[in-house]
């Protein structure tokens, strides 16, 4: 069964700071991996995704992650944080050996100090 | 991009009654959406798949009966909760699938059963 972890329930960071929110994830077969944000009280806005190809992936609003298949992980990274990015961050897996299911981590609430 | 719209974004209800929830693919036919719920301050758990024209495959421990799923048209599902009780109160969120690695969310639904 695929799963996906993210380690930190939450991430402090000061505005103009890096930010990294992490995330493994362990499938059978070769992984579909994306990362959404949610505002409160709203759906999840998509930022980015990795199918195939380069391992550095760039998104929406300035966030890129990284695909490690050794590590299976995909943290999810900004240079320069900003105090709007404070918000719920969901990594999730799709695999065609789970019918295309897409499976979530449990979230990572970023807070951006200013 | 891709929009899917979902109806009502708030409702409360008495308990006992059913609430209908739409999920609405708008620019795009979507063969296969998806149903999630959110507790609060967690993530998703996908309750059901919906499927064009057959039945929608649920989710262990979701009752059928219980949130009915019905997936008439390329461009709409709903969910049906019946006989509401409070312990139904929850964010609902619907996702319908474009092509495989494109999956665009609804705003969500809140539901309240009073």
């Known amino acids: 069964a695929q799963s996906v972890a993210q380690p930190e329930d939450q991430v402090n960071v000061a505005e103009g700071n890096p930010l990294t929110v992490k995330c493994t994830y362990s499938?059978?077969?070769?992984?579909?991996l994306f990362w959404y944000v949610q505002y409160p009280n709203r759906g999840l806005q998509f930022l980015l995704k990795?199918?195939?190809?380069?391992?550095l992936v760039k998104g929406s609003y300035g966030f890129e992650a990284e695909f490690n298949k050794s590590q299976t992980s995909f943290h999810l990274k900004k240079p320069s944080a900003l105090v709007s990015d404070s918000a719920l961050y969901f990594c999730?897996?799709?695999?065609?050996?789970?019918?295309?299911?897409?499976?979530f981590g449990g979230g990572t609430r970023v807070l951006v100090k200013p | 991009g891709a929009v899917v719209s979902q109806h009502p974004s708030w409702v409360i209800c008495k308990s006992g009654t059913s609430v209908k929830i739409e999920c609405r693919s708008l620019?795009?036919?979507?063969?296969?959406m998806f149903w999630y719920r959110q507790f609060p301050k967690q993530s998703l758990m996908l309750m059901a798949t919906?499927?064009?024209?057959?039945?929608?495959?649920?989710e262990q421990g979701v009752e059928k009966d219980k949130f009915l799923i019905n997936h008439a048209s390329l461009t709409l599902s709903t969910l049906t909760v019946t006989s509401a009780h409070p312990e139904d109160s929850s964010f609902y969120i619907c996702?319908?699938?474009?092509?495989?690695?494109?999956?665009?969310f609804g705003e969500g639904s809140r539901l309240t059963v009073l």
């Open positions: 996702s319908a699938d474009r092509a495989v690695g494109e999956l665009f």
């Open positions: 499938v059978s077969g070769n992984p579909y």
């Open positions: 990795y199918i195939t190809g380069d391992n």
């Open positions: 999730a897996v799709r695999d065609k050996a789970a019918g295309n299911k897409l499976t």
């Open positions: 620019d795009f036919q979507a063969t296969t």
């Open positions: 919906s499927n064009e024209g057959s039945k929608a495959t649920y």
